[in-house]
């Protein structure tokens, strides 16, 4: 249960979007050279608790981390390096960019800090609905953020998109993946407006102002967005994620395999040596706890039950889906021993099948698969 791959969040934006609920600041007036210093004290009393083995995968989120000057980035790309030395010849490492904030600088600090791999949160190619969910970015800027990166040798590309947002259209989903295939990226991610507690969004949905598109048009959005990337030569091999062969993200498969993560910064969760932790969200708390101890706000030991339910609930999520036998070996029972009721009522009701070794989400599935996920939550007793 050491973990090989590293999350490292940066919670600083230059601005925050109306569906945003992460752990995220606007970036004028932030202590964020005081941020740094204490990122880099939380990686050396973490290694020290839990001294890594080779690292295999990096991502760094947000936030938005380009938001971060040169000279910012550099920094931290050292300090990984100082307190991670230990990397695999493959090592995958992400980082998170708006377009906009993006400039050959930066990206030249990055390649040489080992990134090799960026996802670009693109969300629409329709300029008024960008402005719309509180984008500050321009269509422009997307073409140009991957064409940048990929001068500097940055050869792995992800695109995220969204569907599902207010006053936008199948129309709208249509072009945007195509604009976005016209770049060429290896990766797309590819959600659906989820409107979270809190937000500029949810305040507009309280007051009845926030004109959704209806399911059955959102539903025709995700089969669209599912039929055009596979027409491209695209590989759904989750949920919400499409890759050309070989370039599914290797980190984020970390979380559905419900395998262990380091998880450092303000607001980051993690999963170690049989315990998930999540750490402190505000930027001052953070500075001020780390020098004197890890910055975890809340911790818990996942024990069996729990690990036998997240195995399903996320590994589900993969459309390989689950491996009895890896699961058998893993902990020792069958899974219809565990999980023989729900498995049964979900293959009846047509939204997971056995095929060989493996259950896996069914077309029907696709479309309900968070009903199907939460059907383990406490049943793994």
Not at 217 to 244: D, I, P
Not at 259 to 278: C, D, E, S
């Amino acid at each position: 249960m050491i973990p090989r791959s590293v999350y490292i969040h940066i919670p600083f934006c230059s601005h925050k979007c109306h569906y945003c609920d992460f752990t995220a600041y606007v970036v004028g007036g932030q202590p964020v050279d005081e941020y740094l210093d204490a990122l880099e004290e939380e990686m050396i009393r973490t290694v020290k608790e839990i001294p890594p083995e080779t690292i295999e995968t990096i991502f760094i989120g947000g936030g938005t981390p380009t938001v971060l000057t040169p000279v910012q980035l550099e920094r931290l790309m050292e300090a990984i390096r100082r307190r991670f030395p230990d990397r695999s010849e493959d090592l995958e490492f992400t980082v998170e960019a708006n377009p906009g904030t993006l400039t050959p600088e930066k990206l030249a600090v990055m390649k040489e800090g080992g990134v090799n791999r960026l996802s670009i949160g693109a969300q629409t190619f329709r300029p008024d609905l960008l402005a719309k969910i509180g984008r500050v970015h321009s269509v422009e800027d997307i073409e140009q953020s991957v064409e940048q990166a990929r001068a500097v040798g940055i050869d792995n590309i992800s695109l995220d998109l969204m569907f599902g947002l207010p006053e936008q259209t199948v129309a709208d989903v249509e072009e945007a993946l195509q604009r976005g295939l016209a770049l060429s990226p290896e990766h797309f991610s590819v959600y659906s407006l989820k409107v979270e507690e809190g937000t500029v969004f949810h305040h507009q949905l309280l007051r009845g102002k926030l004109p959704l598109p209806t399911e059955d048009e959102e539903l025709e959005m995700y089969l669209l967005t599912r039929r055009r990337l596979e027409e491209a030569g695209f590989r759904q091999y989750e949920v919400s994620n499409f890759c050309r062969p070989g370039r599914e993200s290797r980190h984020n498969t970390v979380y559905w395999l419900n395998l262990p993560y380091y998880g450092l910064g303000a607001g980051a969760h993690g999963y170690a040596k049989g315990i998930r932790h999540a750490n402190v969200r505000g930027v001052g708390e953070y500075i001020r706890l780390v020098r004197s101890r890890r910055p975890v706000a809340e911790s818990h030991t996942v024990f069996k039950d729990e690990a036998m339910e997240n195995h399903f609930l996320l590994g589900l999520r993969l459309l390989d889906g689950v491996s009895r036998k890896h699961f058998s070996r893993l902990y020792g029972k069958e899974p219809e021993k565990v999980f023989g009721s729900v498995l049964d009522t979900l293959t009846r009701r047509g939204l997971i099948c056995l095929e060989g070794d493996r259950y896996r989400l069914t077309e029907q599935g696709l479309l309900f698969g968070n009903e199907a996920f939460a059907s383990f939550l406490g049943e793994g007793a």
